[in-house]
């Protein structure tokens, strides 16, 4: 498990790195109850996790007392205005997720959440909904008839209908003022439009992986970190861009889930394309097999393979 003072990942065991404290200790620091599961949800933690459109999530406090639990859907307060979204996380997961992004429990930044939603209420997203589909729709026609070099991705009407998001991307700097007038004189409301990257427009439109399984970045994963073609190699992936490319366009972010596992693994083994002396000769490490813990040598000589178990390797070929 990883620290929670440090939020690592990898390689640091709790409380190894100086700074790190276990998740009970943690628990306890917020006046939590350390005894309880950690899984089990619990209200005594009144900041709620909350998600709107596109897997967009934010943290609200409850200071009315509604008895909120996971997919309650509630009123939020936002800036000049509110929103409508559900409640995902609760109780202790919260604590931790709010010290990960370093947000304190009484930060000003934590608005408020106004009350739960209406039947009424829901109707009116329903509408919303339908709303923005043909929004959409408008959007496209009006990018077009003024030009511009951008490429709209999604439009986002906010509960209180005080403010239109348009999600859009581009290569290069557009001048979107005349759009804004048009769409603003239309909807009579504020207009804000959001430039944002491949992997963003992935996440907000959703879809299927080439796994079989709905898009990382759409259901769970909510920051993206560089991912590199030099990720491909300790995996023993083809480096065909193709195949680790996902739906955005650019390398699959799930190349990073298990690299830092592969590469503690390839610390037991020998590199590829060193060379060892056998009692035929010279030969080359030519392949290795971490799942199998397995070393195939190629002779150069004979031009023939050996395959060795790794333990049977470091015993006849292991540097003493």
Not at 30 to 37: T, V
Not at 121 to 130: G, M, N, Y
């Amino acid at each position: 498990m990883a620290c929670v003072g440090c939020s690592s990942s990898s390689g640091c065991s709790t409380g190894g790195c100086g700074t790190g404290i276990s998740l009970q200790e943690y628990l306890k620091s917020l006046g939590i109850d350390d005894e309880a599961n950690t899984e089990t949800e619990s209200n005594d933690y009144d900041v709620f996790e909350v998600e709107f459109k596109a897997a967009r999530k934010d943290f609200f406090r409850d200071i009315r007392d509604l008895s909120l639990k996971k997919d309650d859907r509630v009123v939020v307060q936002v800036d000049s205005g509110f929103d409508l979204g559900r409640v995902v996380t609760t109780g202790k997961v919260v604590a931790i997720k709010m010290q990960q992004k370093r947000l304190e429990r009484e930060s000003p930044e934590i608005l408020e959440i106004l009350r739960k939603a209406t039947p009424r209420d829901l109707e009116v997203v329903a509408e919303i909904k339908a709303s923005e589909a043909e929004a959409a729709e408008v959007c496209q026609m009006k990018i077009k008839n003024h030009g511009l070099d951008m490429k709209f991705v999604d439009v986002e009407f906010r509960f209180d209908m005080q403010k239109v998001s348009l999600y859009y991307t581009a290569e290069q700097r557009v001048d979107f003022r005349e759009l804004v007038r048009d769409l603003a004189a239309q909807y009579r409301t504020r207009i804000q439009l959001i430039q944002i990257s491949a992997r963003e427009e992935a996440k907000r439109l959703g879809g299927i992986g080439t796994c079989g399984r709905t898009l990382c970045c759409s259901t769970w994963l909510t920051d993206f970190e560089q991912v590199s073609t030099d990720a491909a190699k300790p995996q023993n992936l083809p480096f065909n861009l193709s195949r680790l490319s996902g739906q955005c366009g650019r390398l699959k972010c799930c190349l990073n889930y298990e690299l830092d596992g592969y590469l503690q693994a390839l610390k037991k083994f020998p590199s590829i394309d060193s060379r060892v002396k056998t009692e035929y000769g010279m030969a080359r490490i030519e392949k290795i097999d971490i799942f199998k813990e397995e070393v195939w040598l190629h002779h150069e000589n004979s031009g023939s393979w050996e395959r060795h178990s790794l333990q049977n390797f470091n015993q006849k070929f292991a540097k003493k």
